[in-house]
């Protein structure tokens, strides 16, 4: 129901404090486009929180305008804009009973009272809260009170966008499904525009239609989870998504290979796109794609095996390349040469970044 | 978990008891004894039963102390826990101003009770104090030491003056508590000043109000000093409250019996009170 847009937003907090200026979000632009389901992932402390305080109101950001549906909301109080947030730690109102919780919004922007009945009655029922409204909300388990504070950001028609800051970092494991199930019911009956923010990429990867991943105040890629780990738009994002990692080799562009030290590996279609690229590159490829091999082949690299993880369903491999060390996924029951082995580089698996970034 | 028994334990809790022994519950019998006795001295004594309770519970002018002790601490509570929570509310969260408040506050509590008494007395007098002074000037004729609600209200404000920053410290920290998401959610929710105090802030700050509530019941149902200090406990009986009674007839009579009676109601009081306030503020805490 609302498109929510922010141009060139950027905040310091460093004017409250007097501190040089260091900008947790550093000027960035970006789209949640009208009911879609989006995750903002990203390390602590890159700026997700701010970014969600700054589309809520919560914060006023020191650049940039913030627009819901098109109307400048920037100025505004978060009374004042369509818009509810879930916080990492759950808010619960102790004194009141679980209904008086959800009533709480409503009334405090004085909705009738036959529809503030019915409205807590629907949203109750929606997150299985109905035998709880009449408790009090002292004493209700972690997972509970989530669901309360989820509740009472849901219970509002005005709104239009859902904010979720962490909402299950103090869920115990065994019942974060439980309120993910929730979300996602939520999210397909009521075509509300939902922002999740998360550092676990599994949460941000299962529950998102499209990922926004941020580092240092800035957003480096916007996409589909497939996108993010196939072809990741940054050194960051390929690092900071999939476990482990992407693996990243320093490298330099010979006609159609990459050199590592003095290793040649061929490329495919990246080498094109790289082609006339002086200076160093990295050479990215993910340890799924990596194929570790007992003989040498004509496109083979020889690495040395250091280390065997055991994963349950599979295998993660240390191989040591000139040096360097890679992580190579191996299915279970595949055999694995012993200590000499051959890497093979699938060419069309392999991104080349520049300063970071992919070549494209 | 698996508890383990260790009679040796004992040796190291000693030393404690023996000096609760000596300070508490030695004292506190002797004044039982005292109390169920008449002595005349050494070796002449006589068993009265309870004939000094009955005695104490039908003397008139500890009626009226009583009553008089009521009305100061109930004055004295309904003024300093709003206003120290208001002090607390006002309070800036941030910056050079908190160091400066803190200081300000602590100040009239690091003051010994007699030179509080001291400062108000002189300060309140209309020829060389400039309370006093000023309140002359303004053409009211004030003086505590002839008029009794004069002396009432130099009391009061004087503990006012001396105790609403215990309210307020305590109440400042309780605030500074409250994480920062709750009124973040308040925002969110649409909620106005009053109800992020109402819904937030006070049912959060219940712990320490009871703990404030607490401490200053007890505090001036006992007090001595300041009166003592001030009038003596005049004009006339004006300021005689029960502490102030029981002195005179303890060490000023030597009625040892009647005030060792006198003594024990009083504590029996004091604790039923704060039985009574604490089991009523921490009803319901558990769910």
Known sequence: MAAIELEGVAHHYGAEAGADPEWALDGLSHRFEDGTAVAVLGPSGCGKTTLLKVVSGLLQPTRGRVTIDGRDVTPLPPRERHITQVFQFPVVYDSMTVEGNLDFPLRNRGVPEAERRARVREVAELLDLTALLPRRARGLSASLRQTVSLARGLVRPDAAALLLDEPLTVIDPGRRWEIRQKLKRVHAESALTLVYVTHDQTEALTFADLVVVMDAGRILQVGTPRELFETPAHRFVGHFIGSPGMNLLPCHLEGRAAVVDDLRIPLGAAADRAAGSRGTLELGVRPEYLELRTDPAAETVPVRVQAVAELGDHRIVTALLAGRSLKVRVPDGATLPSERAHLHFPPERICLYREGKLVS | ?287
């Open chain 2, 1 to 287: 978990m698996k508890r383990t028994e260790n009679p040796r334990a004992w040796w190291l809790v000693l030393p404690v008891l023996a000096v609760v022994a000596f300070s508490a519950l030695i004292p506190l019998m002797t004044v039982v004894n005292y109390s169920v006795q008449d002595i005349f001295g050494p070796g002449q004594r006589v068993f009265v039963g309870a004939e000094w309770f009955r005695e104490i519970l039908h003397d008139e002018r500890l009626h009226s102390a009583f009553a008089r002790q009521l009305g100061f601490t109930a004055s004295v509570l309904s003024i300093e826990l709003p206003l120290g929570v208001a002090i607390a509310l006002a309070m800036p969260t941030r910056g050079a101003g908190v160091s400066a408040c803190l200081v300000i506050l602590a100040l009239p509590l690091l003051i010994p009770w007699n030179v509080v008494g001291t400062i108000w007395q002189i300060f309140g007098r209309a020829d060389i104090g400039l309370g006093g002074a000023f309140v002359h000037a303004l053409g009211i004729d004030y003086n505590y030491a002839q008029n009794p609600a004069d002396a009432w209200l130099t009391l009061l404000v004087m503990d006012v003056w001396h105790w609403t920053s215990l309210v307020a410290l305590l109440a400042y920290a309780g605030l500074r508590a409250i994480p920062e998401a709750y009124y973040q959610a308040a925002q969110i929710d649409g909620a106005g000043a009053f109800g992020v105090f109402h819904h937030i802030q006070l049912p959060r700050l219940r712990g320490v109000l009871t703990i404030a509530l607490l401490l200053r019941l007890m505090d001036s149902f006992v007090i001595y000093t300041e009166p003592f200090v001030l009038t003596g406990g005049g004009p006339g009986n004006a300021t005689t409250f029960l502490s102030q009674y029981l002195a005179r007839m303890a060490v000023g009579q030597f009625d040892l019996g009647p005030a060792a009676a006198f003594s024990l109601i009083y504590f029996l009081v004091i604790l039923a009170l704060c039985f009574v306030f604490f089991t009523v503020l921490t009803a319901g805490e558990e769910r």
